[in-house]
Nanobody, 116 residues
Protein backbone atom coordinates (compact mmCIF):
# COMPACT_ATOMS: atom_id res chain seq x y z
CA UNK A 1 0.00 0.00 0.00
CA UNK A 2 1.51 3.29 -1.14
CA UNK A 3 2.06 5.88 1.53
CA UNK A 4 2.33 9.58 0.83
CA UNK A 5 3.88 11.92 3.40
CA UNK A 6 3.67 15.68 2.91
CA UNK A 7 5.70 18.26 4.82
CA UNK A 8 6.85 21.85 4.71
CA UNK A 9 3.68 23.76 5.44
CA UNK A 10 3.35 26.52 7.97
CA UNK A 11 2.11 30.00 8.78
CA UNK A 12 3.60 32.77 6.66
CA UNK A 13 2.83 36.35 5.78
CA UNK A 14 1.49 37.33 2.41
CA UNK A 15 4.28 37.63 -0.17
CA UNK A 16 6.56 35.10 1.47
CA UNK A 17 7.56 31.63 0.25
CA UNK A 18 7.26 28.01 1.30
CA UNK A 19 8.61 24.78 -0.15
CA UNK A 20 6.51 21.67 0.24
CA UNK A 21 7.83 18.14 -0.05
CA UNK A 22 6.06 14.84 -0.52
CA UNK A 23 7.68 11.44 -0.33
CA UNK A 24 5.97 8.34 -1.69
CA UNK A 25 6.65 4.74 -0.82
CA UNK A 26 6.68 2.00 -3.44
CA UNK A 27 8.15 1.57 -6.88
CA UNK A 28 5.47 3.23 -9.00
CA UNK A 29 6.52 6.79 -8.25
CA UNK A 30 9.20 7.20 -10.90
CA UNK A 31 6.86 6.04 -13.66
CA UNK A 32 3.87 8.10 -12.60
CA UNK A 33 2.46 11.54 -13.16
CA UNK A 34 2.29 13.29 -9.79
CA UNK A 35 0.34 16.26 -8.63
CA UNK A 36 -0.16 18.69 -5.81
CA UNK A 37 -3.71 19.29 -4.66
CA UNK A 38 -5.17 21.63 -2.10
CA UNK A 39 -8.38 21.90 -0.15
CA UNK A 40 -9.45 25.15 1.45
CA UNK A 41 -12.10 25.24 4.20
CA UNK A 42 -15.55 24.70 2.75
CA UNK A 43 -14.22 24.04 -0.74
CA UNK A 44 -13.58 20.97 -2.84
CA UNK A 45 -10.11 19.60 -3.33
CA UNK A 46 -8.48 21.01 -6.46
CA UNK A 47 -5.42 20.27 -8.54
CA UNK A 48 -2.74 22.92 -8.16
CA UNK A 49 0.12 21.53 -10.26
CA UNK A 50 1.14 18.34 -12.02
CA UNK A 51 4.39 16.92 -13.36
CA UNK A 52 5.06 14.03 -15.71
CA UNK A 53 7.19 11.08 -14.71
CA UNK A 54 10.45 12.51 -16.01
CA UNK A 55 9.56 16.08 -15.17
CA UNK A 56 9.43 17.19 -18.78
CA UNK A 57 5.91 18.58 -18.72
CA UNK A 58 4.24 20.54 -15.96
CA UNK A 59 0.81 22.06 -15.51
CA UNK A 60 -0.38 24.80 -13.19
CA UNK A 61 -3.80 25.99 -12.21
CA UNK A 62 -4.46 29.56 -13.34
CA UNK A 63 -4.57 30.72 -9.73
CA UNK A 64 -0.94 29.72 -9.06
CA UNK A 65 0.74 29.95 -12.47
CA UNK A 66 3.81 32.17 -12.29
CA UNK A 67 4.07 31.85 -8.50
CA UNK A 68 4.33 28.09 -7.86
CA UNK A 69 6.83 25.63 -9.31
CA UNK A 70 6.57 21.83 -9.19
CA UNK A 71 9.59 19.54 -9.44
CA UNK A 72 10.56 16.00 -8.56
CA UNK A 73 13.49 13.80 -7.58
CA UNK A 74 12.78 10.26 -8.71
CA UNK A 75 15.85 8.91 -6.93
CA UNK A 76 14.25 10.00 -3.66
CA UNK A 77 10.61 9.33 -4.59
CA UNK A 78 9.90 12.95 -3.76
CA UNK A 79 7.89 15.70 -5.39
CA UNK A 80 8.26 19.36 -4.42
CA UNK A 81 6.14 22.47 -4.64
CA UNK A 82 7.93 25.80 -4.43
CA UNK A 83 5.38 28.46 -3.54
CA UNK A 84 6.41 32.09 -3.96
CA UNK A 85 4.50 35.35 -3.49
CA UNK A 86 1.94 33.56 -1.38
CA UNK A 87 -1.50 35.08 -0.98
CA UNK A 88 -4.14 34.63 1.74
CA UNK A 89 -6.28 32.74 -0.80
CA UNK A 90 -3.55 30.07 -0.97
CA UNK A 91 -4.49 29.03 2.56
CA UNK A 92 -5.41 25.35 2.45
CA UNK A 93 -4.30 21.85 3.28
CA UNK A 94 -1.93 20.72 0.55
CA UNK A 95 -1.69 17.10 -0.56
CA UNK A 96 0.31 15.25 -3.15
CA UNK A 97 -0.99 12.25 -5.03
CA UNK A 98 -0.84 10.43 -8.28
CA UNK A 99 -2.62 11.72 -11.37
CA UNK A 100 -5.29 10.44 -11.55
CA UNK A 101 -5.90 9.93 -7.84
CA UNK A 102 -8.87 7.59 -8.26
CA UNK A 103 -8.48 4.64 -5.93
CA UNK A 104 -5.34 6.07 -4.34
CA UNK A 105 -4.86 6.63 -0.66
CA UNK A 106 -4.29 10.16 0.55
CA UNK A 107 -1.68 11.33 3.01
CA UNK A 108 -2.38 13.58 5.95
CA UNK A 109 -1.55 16.72 4.00
CA UNK A 110 0.33 19.78 5.20
CA UNK A 111 -1.39 22.98 6.31
CA UNK A 112 -0.43 26.23 4.63
CA UNK A 113 -1.78 29.40 6.20
CA UNK A 114 -1.05 32.79 4.67
CA UNK A 115 -1.83 35.86 6.72
CA UNK A 116 -2.54 39.23 5.17
Amino acid sequence: QVELVESGGGLVQSGRSLRLSCTASGSAFSNSVMGWYRQAPGKEREVVATITSRGTTVYYADSVRGRFSISRDNAKNTVFLQMDRLKPEDTAVYYCNYIPSTGRNWGQGTQVTVSS
